[in-house]
T-cell receptor, first 112, second 115 residues
Framework: KAGVTQTPRYLIKTRGQQVTLSCSPISGHRSVSWYQQTPGQGLQFLFEYFSETQRNKGNFPGRFSGRQFSNSRSEMNVSTLELGDSALYLC???????????FGQGTRLTVV | QQQVKQSPQSLIVQKGGISIINCAYENTAFDYFPWYQQFPGKGPALLIAIRPDVSEKKEGRFTISFNKSAKQFSLHIMDSQPGDSATYFCAASRGLTGGGNKLTFGTGTQLKVEL
């Protein structure tokens, strides 16, 4: 059974640009959550999607947005990139509410 | 507001020893407590998890101890091996009580197992 797949693995963007990250969850999983990991702030929750609806949202500015498609694949978008957005962005998939969460390898975003 | 406090920040253990990492939480609505292991350049991997209706869960060399009244839980790694050297995160969520699958993470513990 394939795990959680995130693309791309690495990304370098310029300040002010926007970026879209992709996540394919484990087959059959309907919940996809996104996290930002930085050395200073640790692992912080961005948002969760379940059956194409945003179910939870963390404390991030509106520049961070996401969506989920009917096949459960999810995308995360960050507009007007700032240097502080440089981080490892992780996607986790779960079968349902309260179920185990499995993480992908992450996308390493560097903003220059 | 840090809702899950993890200690120690770093830990050095001799091969064959016991590694112990502790976490404390504030939100009594949390109903699911997983531990994750992360190697450099990789995403966190689920190790073991527990729900508040049990006080201990063991899987191989990994054991979670849970103290609901103290709002604390800990990870014990028995017979620690050099391959266990990684960063460990505790987490908590209230998935069964309406919180979805949002995980609140501790700050992580860097474990080094020496020969």
């Amino acid at each position: 059974k394939a795990g959680v797949t995130q693309t791309p693995r690495y990304l370098i963007k310029t300040r002010g640009q926007q970026v879209t990250l992709s996540c394919s969850p484990i087959s059959g999983h309907r919940s996809v959550s996104w996290y930002q990991q930085t050395p200073g702030q640790g692992l912080q929750f961005l948002f969760e999607y379940f059956s194409e609806t945003q179910r939870n949202k963390g404390n991030f500015p509106g520049r961070f947005s996401g969506r989920q498609f009917s096949n459960s694949r999810s995308e995360m978008n960050v507009s007007t990139l700032e240097l502080g957005d440089s981080a490892l962005y992780l996607c986790a998939s779960s079968l349902d509410r309260g179920a185990e969460a499995f993480f992908g390898q992450g996308t390493r975003l560097t903003v220059v | 507001q840090q809702q899950v406090k993890q200690s120690p920040q770093s830990l050095i253990v001799q091969k064959g020893g016991i590694s112990i990492i502790n976490c404390a939480y504030e939100n009594t609505a949390f109903d699911y407590f997983p531990w994750y292991q992360q190697f450099p350049g990789k995403g966190p991997a689920l190790l073991i998890a527990i729900r508040p209706d049990v006080s201990e869960k063991k899987e191989g060399r990994f054991t979670i101890s849970f103290n609901k009244s103290a709002k604390q839980f800990s990870l014990h790694i028995m017979d620690s091996q050099p391959g266990d050297s990684a960063t460990y995160f505790c987490a908590a969520s209230r998935g069964l009580t309406g919180g979805g699958n949002k995980l609140t993470f501790g700050t992580g513990t860097q474990l080094k197992v020496e020969l």
